[in-house]
């Protein structure tokens, strides 16, 4: 056991414990903060996984921005003090969601993964041990430069989605501001 | 810590999200729910295209399509509850049956 495992198992019991949490309030405010710690936690994950530019996306546009609209909108609509109701400890759903987590992981356990692991290479996202005896390879090779990567192709292969996703967020914020706006005032 | 891991914890993640979308009946919380199953999914993704042999950053572009398409819809998702609240001043999900029959 290394120390990348102690430190993904530190990690995945806070994301896991603070997902739980969220779901588990019953004060709406309370679920939105312990939210944001399990993005965070998703971020150190990105980090672990060597994905540095997605895990600085995750902490800027979730961390910094959806929270801060999910907390705004929290202030905005529900009374905070009487927190939310639920349908109750419902053991049909609970029973459903767990047939459906070992549905998934028996699976991803059968099934036969073309990953590096898998073919009997000894690496871990990040590098491998003669990497990291050798300095300056390692350290090119831990801090691999994938941003570099990922703008090349978005901007070459993924061109379109990207200018699909952008038609997408402006047709978010029209329809944002038409839901708002008050209907008396143009009348 | 190997790709089965990970797929451990984001089925993990995502069924906990599952549970908090069908159990709550508050709109915003089922929305924060389902911003829990997305950054499964988004976990999943990653570790692919981190352990996959091939595509090695696809995963982490459609990742990013992911949080720009689930960032678009936390912002209408707020208009509408936002306008349910000032219509009907309630979020609950069973006191919304405006396309019910």
Known sequence: MSLLDIIFGVISLVAIASAISVVNQ????????????????????????????????QVLVYVGAVSILIIFAIMLTSNVQTGSTSHGFSPL???????????IVSTAISTDW????????????????????NTEQGIKNVFSNTTVVISTLI??????????????LLAAVIGALALVRDTEVES | MSLIHFQILSAAMFSIGLYGVLARRNA????????????AVNINLVAFSSYAESAQEVGQIIAIFIITVAAAEVGLAMAIILRLFRDRSSVDLDDIDLMKW
Do not use: H
């Open chain 1, 114 to 133: 073309n990953t590096w692991d898998s073919k009997g290479f000894e690496v871990s996202p990040g590098g491998t041990e003669e990497d990291l005896s």
């Open chain 1, 26 to 57: 019953r004060d709406i405010f309370r679920a939105a903060l312990f939210l944001v710690v399990s993005f965070l936690a998703v971020a150190a994950l990105f980090v672990l996984l060597n994905a540095e530019f997605l895990a600085v996306v």
């Open chain 1, 155 to 168: 901007m070459t292969r993924f061109v379109l989605p990207m200018e699909v996703v952008s038609v997408v």
């Open chain 1, 93 to 103: 759903i609970l029973i459903l969601v767990a047939a459906l987590t070992a549905l």
């Open chain 2, 28 to 39: 915003l919380l089922v929305l924060l729910s389902i911003e829990i199953m997305l950054n």
